[in-house]
């Protein structure tokens, strides 16, 4: 059940909805607070779309800035309107892709939707929102149907597209099939009638083209919020399964905890806006104490209980911090640890020995085989397999980060 917040001007509103650097289409923050002050006079939820296609199981934090967005709004007294992109998902969405997405069959978008949903109602209220599936139109489109909606867009619109663009140029084929994946998502916004819709900063030209149909359709265009891709826990890359940076939702309380610990302290701002449900005065907060010389550790490990808490519950969130303490902190391991950047072949053996905290591979077995060797305050053997975030320690006084 999610409590009702109540921010009495449109302007606070906007700013609440806003937070982690949306960038609103058209004319900015001003569009946002018409539409909120217009939902009000007409008494209304406006009606908030995000379209998400199910081509796999898992989802992680990344995966859920857009949905903090929603249950903002939500809390608002708004209605999101989830869109499973049932049909969408069989064709892949071409987004940021030098390479067409391998084709998945029905049965594989279904059995992936029930997955999202038991995942996505940890964040949103399902049973206050509108929940539909794309193939209930897109589906039953007649070849004129489809041809009439082709004939909205250009292929110089296309073209321009920065994924279809850049295929063309580096000489990687471009699918017919593919072209039509954002004119059937802009469909999407006229099916639902969206006020207004989300996305990732990488899905500009797929949520405008909601605008453009919208209009060619005789409905009010749905104004536009996109939002940053989140940064994974490596600083640097946007968070991903593929760059191993990410903690899924359905990581164990412990994995939270310790893959929180690792994030560098310069994306604290950004995930305390993106992640976590922070209200204006939580934010302010956070960066007070940052601004004052807080330690980051402490902030660090506050965002990490706020992440389990949310995502399990807060007797979940005190164990995953007690575990962690008592591995790390009351045994003495530093602060400032020295990386070792994890290349996907190496094993525990060969770590050792590249990280130079042994001299030979002998060394490192013999390390290992009198139990010398621990990663995250375990005792190790050979076949220990490594990931993100993991500490390595050598004797008493050798330790080595994994990033």
């Keep these: 059940m999610l409590e009702r917040l109540n921010l009495q001007s449109f302007e606070e509103q906007a700013e609440y909805l806003m937070a982690g650097g949306a960038e609103v289409l058209p004319n900015g923050k001003s569009t946002l607070v018409e539409k909120l002050k217009t939902a009000s006079e007409e008494k209304r939820p406006l009606r908030v779309k995000l379209g998400i296609d199910p081509t796999g199981s898992d989802l992680h934090l990344g995966h859920t800035v857009c949905l903090?967005?929603?249950?903002?709004?939500?809390?608002?007294?708004?209605l999101p309107v989830l869109l499973i992109g049932g049909f969408t998902?069989?064709?892949?969405?071409?987004?940021?892709?030098?390479?067409a997405r391998p084709s998945l069959t029905e049965s594989d978008v279904k059995e992936n939707s029930k997955t999202f949903l038991k995942q996505i109602e940890k964040v949103i209220d399902l049973s206050k929102s509108e929940i539909v599936d794309n193939s209930d139109w897109l589906s039953n489109l007649s070849l004129t149907e489809v041809l009439k909606l082709a004939s909205t867009t250009t292929i110089n619109q296309l073209v321009g597209k920065e994924a279809f663009g850049e295929r063309l140029e580096q000489g990687h084929p471009l699918y017919v099939h593919e072209i039509f994946y954002p004119i059937l998502q802009g469909y999407d916004s006229?099916?639902?009638?969206?006020?207004?819709?989300?996305g990732g900063h990488d899905q500009r030209f797929n949520v405008l083209s909601g605008r453009a149909l919208q209009k060619h359709f005789g409905q009010e265009p749905q104004i536009v919020m996109m939002f940053p891709l989140l940064i994974g826990l490596d600083g640097k890359k946007?968070?991903?399964?593929?760059?191993?940076?990410?903690?899924?939702?359905?990581?164990?309380?412990?994995?939270?905890?310790?893959?929180?610990?690792?994030?560098p302290d310069e994306q604290l701002i950004n995930w305390h806006e993106l992640v976590v449900d922070s209200t204006p005065n939580d934010l302010k907060r956070v960066k007070h104490e940052l601004e004052t010389g807080a330690n980051p550790r402490?902030?660090?490990?506050?965002?990490?209980?706020?992440?389990?808490?949310?995502?399990?519950?807060?007797?979940?969130?005190?164990?995953?911090?007690?575990?962690?303490?008592?591995?790390?902190?009351?045994?003495?391991?530093?602060?400032?640890?020295?990386e070792f950047k994890l290349n996907d072949s190496l094993g525990l053996?060969?770590?050792?020995?590249?990280?130079?905290?042994?001299?030979?591979?002998?060394?490192?077995?013999?390390?290992?085989?009198?139990?010398?060797v621990k990663v995250n305050s375990e005792k190790a053997d050979s076949e220990t397999k490594l990931k993100l975030g993991d500490v390595i320690q050598v004797g008493k006084r050798k330790f080595v980060k994994i990033v």
Aim: negative net charge; glycine residues 6%; charged residues 30%.
């Design 298 to 338: 402490d902030i660090k490990m506050s965002l990490a209980q706020r992440i389990i808490e949310f995502y399990y519950n807060p007797e979940e969130s005190s164990k995953a911090k007690e575990d962690f303490i008592a591995k790390f902190q009351k045994r003495e391991i530093p602060d400032e640890i020295p």
């Design 190 to 198: 006229v099916a639902i009638k969206a006020d207004i819709e989300l």
């Design 238 to 263: 946007k968070m991903s399964k593929t760059s191993e940076n990410y903690i899924a939702i359905q990581d164990s309380p412990n994995e939270m905890f310790g893959k929180t610990m690792s994030l």
């Design 349 to 372: 053996i060969d770590v050792l020995v590249e990280a130079e905290m042994v001299s030979s591979r002998g060394e490192a077995k013999r390390m290992i085989a009198g139990q010398g």
């Design 68 to 78: 903090q967005v929603l249950r903002r709004f939500q809390k608002l007294g708004h």
């Design 89 to 99: 998902a069989q064709l892949g969405d071409p987004t940021g892709r030098n390479e």
